[in-house]
T-cell receptor, first 111, second 113 residues
Framework: NAGVTQTPKFRVLKTGQSMTLLCAQD?????MYWYRQDPGMGLRLIHY???????AKGEVPDGYNVSRLKKQNFLLGLESAAPSQTSVYFC??????????FGPGTRLTVT | GDSVTQMEGPVTLSEEACLTI???????????LFWYVQYPGEGLQLLLKATKADDKGSNKGFEATYRKETTSFHLEKGSVQVSDSAVYFC????????????FGTGTRLTVIP
């Protein structure tokens, strides 16, 4: 039982490049979330999903897109990376109203 | 909107010292309150929670009491250990939205032997 896993762990992008972050969970959770963590700002919700095929915007969705084609996977895409997207990205999952389980994070640097 | 204000750090304590990290919140209705801990290089883990007024959450020697009259959920531990060194986040889940959490800015605790 791996819990929540994230791929990759680290990535460096140039401005304008695109990439996809993958989150996978093996707990059969309905809900999944993407957060970003920046110094002095805690975690902020980017997008979330309440089930396969559904997504919704969080607090800071601009510049990101997401997809939930399979229940166990939640993808976060950056179509044209900007330096302001340099951050640590965390994925989490939960049953409908319950504890959120977090992945280990992806550290992204955009130069 | 819902928000959490958390004591800024960093906090440095000697082993066996007492710890208090302050957390206050703003929310409509009756939110649930949480403390998460992040150890170096890892994701966040739930430390404790409280879902209604006057509830006390506890785990690993840490405690926090949901005080609606002061809108607070302060984290306390009577005797910290070196292994408690981590970043601590206070969070709330409002009554609207899909189980979304609102986090404080985090407090880094370092415990020295």
């Amino acid at each position: 039982n791996a819990g929540v896993t994230q791929t990759p762990k680290f990535r460096v992008l140039k401005t304008g490049q695109s990439m996809t972050l993958l989150c996978a969970q093996d707990m059969n959770h309905e809900y999944m979330y993407w957060y970003r963590q920046d110094p002095g700002m805690g975690l902020r919700l980017i997008h979330y999903s309440v089930g396969e095929g559904t997504t919704a915007k969080g607090e800071v969705p601009d510049g990101y897109n997401v997809s939930r084609l399979k229940k166990q996977n939640f993808l976060l895409g950056l179509e044209s990376a900007a330096p302001s997207q340099t951050s640590v990205y965390f994925c989490a999952s939960s049953y409908s109203v319950g504890e959120q389980y977090f992945g280990p994070g992806t550290r992204l640097t955009v130069t | 909107g819902d928000s959490v204000t958390q004591m800024e750090g960093p906090v440095t304590l000697s082993e066996e010292a007492c710890l208090t990290i302050n957390c206050t919140y703003t929310a409509t209705g009756y939110p649930s309150l949480f403390w998460y801990v992040q150890y170096p290089g890892e994701g966040l883990q739930l430390l404790l929670k409280a879902t209604k007024a006057d509830d006390k959450g506890s785990n690993k020697g840490f405690e926090a009491t949901y005080r609606k009259e002061t809108t607070s959920f302060h984290l306390e531990k009577g005797s910290v250990q070196v292994s408690d060194s981590a970043v601590y986040f206070c969070a709330l889940r409002g009554q609207t939205g899909a189980n979304n959490l609102f986090f404080g800015t985090g407090t880094r605790l370092t415990v020295i032997p």
